[in-house]
């Protein structure tokens, strides 16, 4: 089992920037893949960005240039750097890790909420 805790959602005005952080615990030598999901109202939960335990890293088109993932191995965290954020970027940011595929999360954060607005 893996437990994930979230932290740092919050609001922001358009081209600010929030950090989102995700720390993982129990049996994380087992994971392949660690990212974030996000889901705004109304819609499905997109792919954002993901990390493998080699540190090879990847992006959705809408937000490469604008954000970078990171991880702390000896923190058994993964970060997201979010900058220049827009509205559309508005939504519920899940942290996932997966022994496999970042397609196919076995495990779940609680969810953090980012709001992008005037």
């Known amino acids: 089992q893996v437990q994930l805790v979230e932290s740092g959602g919050g609001s922001v005005q358009p081209g600010g920037s929030l950090r989102l952080s995700c720390a993982a615990s129990g049996s994380i030598l087992s994971i392949h893949v660690m990212g974030w999901y996000r889901q705004a109202p109304g819609k499905q939960r997109d792919l954002v960005s993901t990390?493998?335990?080699?540190?090879?890293?990847n992006y959705a088109d809408s937000v490469k240039g604008r954000f970078t993932i990171s991880r702390d191995n000896a923190k058994k965290t993964v970060s997201l750097q979010m900058n220049s954020l827009k509205p559309e970027d508005t939504a519920v940011y899940y942290c996932f890790a997966a022994r496999y595929s970042e397609y196919e999360p076995g495990y779940w954060g609680q969810g953090t909420q980012v709001t992008v607005s005037s």
């Open positions: 990390i493998t335990s080699g540190g090879s890293t």
